[in-house]
């Protein structure tokens, strides 16, 4: 599985930006999908989640909370993409984002044992 971030850039605090990650692989919707950030010095922590479907309509997600009310996980399997959608960014959102896929998911978010992972894509937030 390759996946491939973008949508990053540098915005102004207050403003949004949409990530996006395409994955390669005929079983995109049998994964789930995670984004994580990571700033120097710093572990890379995860900032949401989203479960697969056996329908493709009844997805859990997980977001962290400090971008709760602010941030949103989707995905799209017909486009093998999730994306994280940012609003309302603030100067501490700042960080290399990473999108990560995990096939094997035993039903919590939150121990999601990722196994791939993209190259990340840098968010500025500038004051």
């Known amino acids: 599985v390759q996946l491939v971030e973008s949508g990053g850039g540098v915005v102004q605090a207050g403003d949004s930006l949409r990530l996006s990650c395409s994955a390669s692989?005929?079983?995109?919707?049998?994964?789930?999908m995670g984004w994580f950030r990571q700033t120097p010095g710093k572990e890379r922590d995860v900032v949401a989640a989203i479960s697969w479907s056996v329908d493709s309509t009844d997805y859990r997600t997980y977001l962290v909370d400090s971008v709760k009310g602010r941030f949103t996980i989707s995905r799209d399997n017909a486009k093998n993409t999730v994306y994280l959608q940012m609003n309302n960014l603030k100067p501490d959102d700042a960080a290399v984002y990473y999108c990560a896929a995990a096939v094997a998911f035993d039903g919590d978010l939150t121990r999601v044992k990722y196994e791939y992972w993209g190259q990340g894509t840098q968010v500025i937030v500038s004051t």
């Open positions: 692989g005929r079983t995109f919707s049998s994964y789930a």
